[in-house]
């Protein structure tokens, strides 16, 4: 799907070739990085396209939906020139609109280019809807090379949270028996592994966009997100809808520190005294109310979606099985726990050298809120993580205290 593309002569090329009107889809900054020199040597070529130009920074939300939709034609193809939020309005439109669609990435900033879902941000919490992936991606080395910081910084973030994601995907397979393919795990261990090995190093922005890119292939190949995301996701989209308006990849960055270091609480579990019938500590009343109290404004839609979740939560023989499970699966999943263990150390090392943060305070974000979103983030996603695990063990608000000092 990607194609390295020098000069852009291979995107020229393929619009020529197409039947299709080339709709350009850009923000006031990408449109100054590329998109003016795309839309000058389509001119060039006598093809002729349409241009849509976002405000800067602008979010994948109704209005600017709104905007393409209102802007696109019936034979639109969508060349969707930026990052994250132009991708993902693009991909869900072209899916919508059932447009052809072909992207150009000017960042190696989020884990999106490739991937069959949208994130879209809907009464301002983030939603993920179905979508289409581009045709192709024209990748301009050097303009992958020159994006600002900040944006390979959440790049990096956003691809070092493929470690949880995998974590989370594995220990769903050993708890509850969700599918699972072992070759798709170890394709995204293996370019998470290739760029961190490569940081600071000639080809680190290529490999870091070519792992980016992959765990949208790999989520188009299983059918869900999960080789691509994880708790760590969760984390951050609560995050989100907290109002924090930092990158997507910086959130997760951020967040995927702390679901290893929840990870790790695993290791200190007395796993023998584990008892089934404790820790149903709340009733369904007081559940409700900690929701609204929790999600305002869409805490009714929560509930509504997580109701038959937390009656299984509840339920004793559910939990037992769970905490069978456990106990035969212990040195599975302390080997989980182990690889991550050593992953964090290179994680860590690898913000260092890229002069990413892990203060909170540098990016602004309260420590309570970073706690609420730890506990409260599972009710975002029906998906089995490790915070689900402990929400089910009754130690999830625990051991996120101890975490978090
Ligand atoms: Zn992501």
Do not use: W
């Given at each position: 799907m990607l194609e390295w593309d020098e000069n852009f002569e291979g995107l020229i090329s393929f619009l020529k070739d197409q039947k299709e009107i080339p709709f350009l889809l850009c923000d006031e900054n990408t449109y100054k990085v590329c998109g003016e020199y795309i839309s000058k040597e389509l001119e060039k070529s006598r093809i002729s396209y349409d241009l849509l130009i976002l405000p800067p920074d602008a979010h994948s939300d109704e209005k600017n939906i709104c905007?393409?939709?209102l802007n696109t034609k019936e034979n639109s193809l969508i060349v969707s020139i930026g990052s994250g939020s132009i991708t993902d309005t693009a991909r869900f439109i072209a899916y919508k609109q059932r447009l052809r669609f072909v992207s150009v990435?000017?960042?190696p900033s989020m884990d999106g280019y490739a991937s069959p879902v949208s994130a879209l941000t809907i009464n301002g919490l983030k939603t993920t809807v179905s979508a289409k992936p581009p045709e192709k991606i024209f990748a301009n080395l050097n303009i992958i090379k020159n994006s600002p910081n900040i944006l390979k910084k959440a790049g990096f973030g956003d691809l070092m949270g493929k470690f949880t994601a995998l974590a989370d995907w594995r220990l769903s397979n050993i708890l509850i028996g969700?599918?699972?393919?072992?070759?798709?795990v170890e394709e995204m261990y293996k370019?998470?592994?290739?760029?961190?090995?490569?940081?600071?190093?000639?080809n680190f922005e290529k490999l870091l966009l070519e792992g980016l890119i992959k765990s949208g292939e790999l989520m188009t190949i299983v059918g869900n997100s999960r080789p691509a995301s994880g708790s760590e996701h969760h984390v951050a989209h609560y995050l989100e809808f907290l109002g924090y308006n930092l990158f997507h990849g910086i959130k997760v960055g951020l967040s995927t520190l702390y679901i290893i270091r929840l990870y790790k609480t695993f290791l200190k579990i007395d796993l023998d005294n584990l008892k089934y019938e404790n820790n149903i500590t709340k009733s369904f009343e007081e559940w409700k109310e900690e929701i609204r109290r929790n999600f305002p404004k869409i805490y009714d839609?929560?509930?509504?979606?997580?109701i038959e979740r937390i009656k299984k939560f509840n339920n004793l023989s559910f939990r037992r099985e769970i905490?069978?499970?456990?106990?035969?699966?212990?040195?599975k999943i302390y080997s989980i726990v182990e690889e991550l263990v050593e992953k964090e150390e290179k994680i860590l090392e690898g913000y260092k050298k890229i002069n990413f943060s892990t203060n909170l305070e540098d990016w602004k974000i309260e420590k309570e809120d970073l706690k609420r979103a730890l506990i409260y983030s599972i009710y975002i996603r029906d998906r089995f993580s490790i915070l689900t695990l402990y929400q089910i063990l009754g130690i999830l608000e625990g051991e996120v205290e101890k975490i978090i000092l």
């Open positions: 905007k393409v939709l990435p000017t960042a969700e599918n699972i393919s072992l070759s798709v370019a998470c592994e290739d760029t961190l090995k490569n940081i600071e190093k000639d839609e929560i509930i509504k979606e997580n905490i069978e499970k456990i106990k035969i699966n212990k040195r």
